[in-house]
């Protein structure tokens, strides 16, 4: 019996643990690009979209993990010019909105893409992640998806593994050349998975 269960979504109330979460796992990847981190989890609680996410809770309903999923009919965390212009200015959500473009990765029909998977920081080597993991392949067989799409960055040598674990298969490896040191790492690796 584990201590948590895995449900679609999150609820409005979770929403500002949801950005919290997602701020702790990235901000070595996002940290320079979003900061400061008042401003980053106002963006973030503004643009996680609960119809493109499965969240782990523990059994009083407290927000453990969650793995977000980006599909052609839209993204977990897709913030675009708008909400940055909002949030960060003009001139601070332009460069912002610029700068994150440059690690959007284009899907076409019968792709599902993992735009986020993170544990709390507490709960980590519970099974959450792998659990996250094989929600989010059984989200994509209920959505008649042949392939599942990951990035996972250099700096991250134990979310590989995880993902090795179930069954992603490294396919390309990119560097972020001159921007490497605005995302804190030197290169991202696309794994995938086929769901038959």
Do not use: C, H
Not at 89 to 109: D, K, N, V, Y
């Amino acid at each position: 019996m584990t201590g948590f269960d895995i449900r679609p979504g999150f609820s409005e109330n979770q929403r500002a643990r949801a950005a919290l979460l997602y701020w702790r796992a990235f901000a070595g990847k996002l940290g320079k690009v979003l900061a400061p981190e008042q401003k980053a989890l106002e963006l973030l609680g503004n643009i996680l979209d609960p119809r493109f996410a499965i969240s782990a809770v523990d059994r009083t309903g407290q927000l453990l993990g969650i793995v977000g999923f980006k599909s052609q009919e839209g993204s977990f965390s897709e913030g675009g010019f708008g909400p940055m212009f909002k949030v960060y200015g003009l001139f601070g959500g332009l460069w912002r909105a610029l700068a994150l473009s440059t690690l959007e990765r284009s899907i076409g029909p019968g792709i599902l893409l993992i735009d986020g998977i993170f544990v709390a920081a507490d709960r980590r080597g519970e099974g959450i992640g792998g659990a996250l993991l094989e929600a989010i392949i059984k989200e994509a067989q209920r959505r008649d998806i042949r392939e599942i799409w990951l990035d996972v960055v250099d700096t991250n040598p134990r979310a590989r593994a995880l993902y090795e674990r179930a069954g992603f298969v490294a396919k390309e490896t990119e560097g972020t050349g001159p921007l490497a040191g605005l995302f804190g790492f030197k290169s991202g690796t696309k794994m995938t998975k086929s769901v038959v």
